[in-house]
DNA sequence: GATTTAATATTGTATAGATATTAAATCAGA
DNA sequence: TCTGATTTAATATCTATACAATATTAAATC
């Protein structure tokens, strides 16, 4: 196993720029709305030409992480829900705008020691997490049962959050910077404590989404949702030039 | 009603040298593989710099649509699969991928006269389809079940080709180009005739894909394929750089 | 004080040229 | 015929500069 972490250093020099102020953005160092040291700066810093940091600046725009104006400068964009899967995590959202009334009902939140996951292939070693039994409801009517786990070495703010009446989904799309996901989605029949859960007859089918969020190299959170099937579509558009 | 097609021309040289060349892509006219014409042969055709025929076409790289390489020069990419849930239309890659052998059998395959479709909102009318029924299947049991209407109006060459041993689906990845796409993605009972085609009991969960398939501004395809909740996943992944 | 006008900072676009990097093609030598 | 060195065609990167577009700020005017 030859694998030290593949040195990704960048050979080139607006490479290197943008993968510098890309880091300072996913290490939430500077975080949404910051303002970003105009070009003029960044040449003099770097000791290159103006053009050179344009292209990096203008690559980080062209992915959405930075937002420019003319005159106004350029500031990080605050996280965009990215797909309508991704949006499945706000499913609060999601549920008001249809008009419903969301509801929310921590069942179970405690502190776990470190443990390994076998999501995916291998077991990675994760640490202390913080775990919430949640359900969901429409009018009242409950559509969705979740069991997150959210890392305390990546979130450390999220021992001390109160999960309440904000469902940890939602506190977490709002204090913690860029990440990326896995989803493995999938039908499965209702187990009698979702059956009860969901108050749905046993078998009956459920869409079942398993998500991990990274930010960088650590582990955020993974959820495990399990939807009415009768309730919930996940709908999700892509294309060579989609979300540009 | 005022929206006479509101006339993107871009206001930029280099934009406008970037979407001339992606619509010789996105209609066809330029294949997968064809070799596009070198950085100083388009300066001379455009009358502009280096440097801007550079930023088209490097923009036109960074979206996938085409393959930059010193020396070898510039070629149409191929459609790559986008994510995982756009590996589903390539059932049979992910059968064969497992080791399995995978199995193919149309049940119906016949013309269809315009219709107008429902999907989504508002219905647009359609021209002339193909439509075809057919079953999966990974080692001689039945996993997907699948209709899919293939337009004539987008794909005109789909009239003659030969559905009985090639899946519709490996037939268009192969001869259409870059798409769009809009999945809807939902758990479902197995219905009677589901049912007995995957050789399952009725009302079994499966997993509903719906794929509407767009070129440009036509409707290329619309699928729907029921796969046997015990037998598929889907996985997905994103972030701000994936698939980059 | 409100409104218009001008100055200014910042990014966007484009040019011209230099050099580096890569990989295909060609050719020389064994 | 194979191998290895050399040429060469193409993209990649970088610099320096100029001007354009635009939003903010400051000044001027009513």
Redesign the pocket.
């Known amino acids: 196993m030859h694998d030290h972490a593949p040195d990704h250093r960048p ?5 290197r720029i943008r993968v510098e102020i890309e880091a300072r953005i996913l290490s939430g160092e500077w975080p949404p709305g910051h303002r ?5 700066e960044l040449v003099a810093t770097y ?6 940091v ?2 990096a ?2 690559s980080l ?1 062209a992915e959405g992480l930075i937002l ?7 500031v990080v964009a605050r996280p965009r829900i990215h797909s309508a899967i991704l949006n499945i995590p706000d499913i609060r959202a999601k549920v008001e705008e249809r008009g419903a009334t969301y509801g929310y009902l921590a069942l179970t939140d405690e502190l776990r020691p470190p443990c390994c996951v076998h999501l995916g292939s291998e077991g990675h070693h994760l640490g202390r997490s913080r775990f919430i039994r949640s359900v969901h409801s429409s009018d009242a009517l409950p559509v969705m049962l979740e069991d997150r786990h959210i890392f305390l070495d990546a979130v450390p703010q999220a021992e001390r959050a109160d999960f309440r009446a904000e469902p940890p989904g939602t506190w977490l799309v709002a204090h913690v910077p860029w990440t990326e996901a896995e989803h493995r989605i999938a039908a499965i029949a209702a187990e009698p404590l979702m059956a009860r859960t969901l108050e749905i007859a046993v078998g009956a089918p459920c869409l079942l989404v398993e998500r991990r969020t990274w930010r960088g190299t650590e582990t955020v959170t993974i959820v495990r949702q399990v939807f009415r099937g009768d309730a919930f579509d996940l709908i999700a558009r892509f294309g060579p030039n989609s979300e540009r």
């Open positions: 050979q080139t020099l607006h490479a970003i040291p105009p070009e003029t000791g290159c030409s103006r053009m050179t344009n292209k600046m203008s725009a420019r104006n003319r005159r106004a400068g350029t």
